[in-house]
């Protein structure tokens, strides 16, 4: 039965693995109207994402985030729609909510670095850089980041 919400909730993860983002952005629509889950709302942003429906990702993960916003990863979401969108600043100010909940991440300040270069910001994102290289020196993705940093800042871009 579809409207049982285990069984919605297991195809519609069955019909995301198998790429049937339609008929799984669906049944993540119904779960959402049936419970107010905001992990539901978080599942349908991803699909929607995953479709390229940026703006209604957008709208599905801030009501996930009104519902919840305790989690790191969905302000992290967020903030990976909104780079798609262009809309880096606020990208950057999701970004930086997901790296607060989640200090110890080294993805998510690699992330906020990138972000911090996107707008233009190169001492910011170097200085994040520095962090993450202080607690993990030899994690090659922020060893490659510094890299491109002190070349952009020999630019002056």
Known sequence: NPNHEETAHALAVLYLKKEMFSASAAL??????M?????????????????SDFVEALKAYHYALSLDDSRAGRFASLAQVYREMGRNYHA??????????EEES?????????LY?????????LAVVEEVLAVKADYEPAKEMKVEFKRRFRQGS
């Open 92 to 101: 950057l100010m999701a970004m930086q909510k997901a790296a607060a909940l």
């Open 117 to 125: 270069g996107r707008i233009g910001d190169l001492p910011k994102g």
């Open 106 to 114: 080294v993805d998510f300040k690699l992330v906020l670095a990138d």
């Open 35 to 51: 419970t107010d889950d905001p992990a539901h709302y978080s599942n349908l942003g991803y699909v929607l994402f995953l479709q």
């Open 28 to 33: 993540f629509k119904q779960l959402a109207a």
